[in-house]
């Protein structure tokens, strides 16, 4: 039972490039999310699926997509990557009934250059 | 104004002590609270949540809920140099759509051997 887990662990990108971050979870939980971690400004929500087949913004979607391909993987991708995307990138997920607790995974950190 | 609010610290308490973190929220209809503790370079780990008014124990961690003053705190029992860790405060909040949890900024806590 590995929990959430998440590729790659490190990246390096140069400003324009893109790239894909991939998230699975073997809990079966309904709920997954995506967060970056920056100092000095906490954990901030990128994306969320509610569940499979939904996503929604949170509060910093500007440069992501993501994509919801079954219950178990949620993936977020960086189109065109920019230096403010510099940040350490947490998915997690959970079964938000009744208590909605989630679980991360270990993360990646990604540098823009 | 954010929403949740947390002591960046650093917190020093001596091997042994009570180790008290404390948590403010504006959203007063918020339901379930979360405990994360954050090691350095690693992703946060739930070690508690309370969703009643009261106190709920769990080993050494007591969390502490107090909804009429929009407060949670988190009481550590004799703290070890392995607390030593960031601890995030996580709010569910009452109008949410979505799932979403509010995280505060953290706490740092150092415990000095």
């Known amino acids: 039972n590995a929990g959430v887990t998440q590729t790659p662990k490190f990246q390096v990108l140069k400003t324009g490039q893109s790239m894909t971050l991939q998230c699975a979870q073997d809990m079966n939980h309904n709920s997954m999310y995506w967060y970056r971690q920056d100092p000095g400004m906490g954990l901030r929500l990128i994306y969320y699926?509610?569940?499979?087949?939904?996503?929604d913004k949170g509060e910093v979607p500007n440069g992501y997509n993501v994509s919801r391909l079954n219950k178990r993987e949620f993936s977020l991708r960086l189109e065109s990557a920019a230096p403010s995307q510099t940040s350490v990138y947490f998915c997690?997920?959970?079964?938000?009934?009744?208590?909605?607790?989630?679980?991360f995974g270990p993360g990646t950190r990604l540098t823009v250059l | 104004q954010k929403e949740v609010e947390q002591n960046s610290g650093p917190l020093s308490v001596p091997e042994g002590a009570i180790a008290s973190l404390n948590c403010t929220y504006s959203d007063r209809g918020s339901q379930s609270f979360f405990w994360y503790r954050q090691y350095s370079g690693k992703s946060p780990e739930l070690i508690m949540f309370i969703y009643s008014n009261g106190d709920k124990e769990d080993g050494r961690f007591t969390a502490q809920l107090n909804k009429a003053s929009q407060y949670v705190s988190l009481l550590i029992r004799d703290s070890q140099p392995s607390d030593s860790a960031t601890y995030l405060c996580?709010?569910?909040?009452?109008?949410?759509?979505?799932?979403?949890?509010?995280f505060g900024g953290g706490t740092r806590l150092m415990v000095k051997p």
């Open positions: 997690a997920s959970s079964e938000t009934i009744p208590h909605n607790e989630q679980f």
């Open positions: 699926s509610a569940s499979e087949g939904t996503t």
């Open positions: 996580a709010v569910n909040p009452f109008n949410n759509a979505g799932n979403m949890l509010t």
